[in-house]
């Protein structure tokens, strides 16, 4: 289509006459011409008017890059968190928003426990990046998408296992760091991601309900 589009709006041939009929030969090339030329114009909008009707899919997304470099494990108690991974890259997940004009730095701040077990407005997700298919790369990239109609506004951070064991120590006080830090190695690390609520209900009676994210992992390309 686009190839006779193009030839009805900008090929120009030249218009060929016989010594008989020069002036009706002329003039019926040239009646053709211009109405093959109208009715590409008319194809051609009817194509854009088209296209201008479909929906246009809208997300807000948050890229998060970082480096992956080996260090000390960490025991933690039994979690079910989402796992990023390779072969298995891609996530979707639900969060429920923090109360209406909650700063995003005080989502969760009060929280205390092991995460996710004291705020239902933060997720936690562990990032896998010790397979051996990822093993030359040494960054990653981490990307959190949520519809744009969704009131939403996420904080993202990324803690190595030493640091997550730190952050969990502040909160949980049973949970002591240097008694979990193992002799092994790994790049694992974990995300937090909190949803804070920069949405206009009509009434105090709206109820907000989960904002769906979608996660992806992938080795950071760029050099």
Known sequence: MYAFLYTCLFETRPLRCNATSQVFTYRTQALDYQN?????????????SVMSSFPQARANTEIVNFAASPGRDVSLPLIDWPVLRYGAAESLWKVQPAPLHTPLASVCAQGSGFP????????????????????????FTLRLSWPASSPA???????????????????????????????????????????????????????????????????????
């Open 36 to 48: 093959m030329r109208n009715l590409g114009l008319a194809v051609l909008y009817l194509c854009l």
């Open 116 to 139: 996710t077990k004291s705020c239902p407005n933060e997720i936690w997700v562990i990032l896998d990046l010790d397979n051996p298919e990822w093993e030359s790369y040494s960054k």
């Open 153 to 223: 506004d996420f904080s993202i951070q990324i803690y190595s296992p030493e640091s997550l064991a730190e952050f969990i120590s502040e909160r949980e006080a049973s949970f002591r760091n240097t008694d979990n830090i193992l002799q092994s190695a790994t790049r694992r690390n974990c995300c937090a991601s909190e949803n804070g609520n920069s949405g206009r209900p009509c009434s105090r009676q709206t109820k907000m309900t989960e904002t769906p994210q979608l996660g992806v992992l992938r080795p950071y390309m760029l050099r």
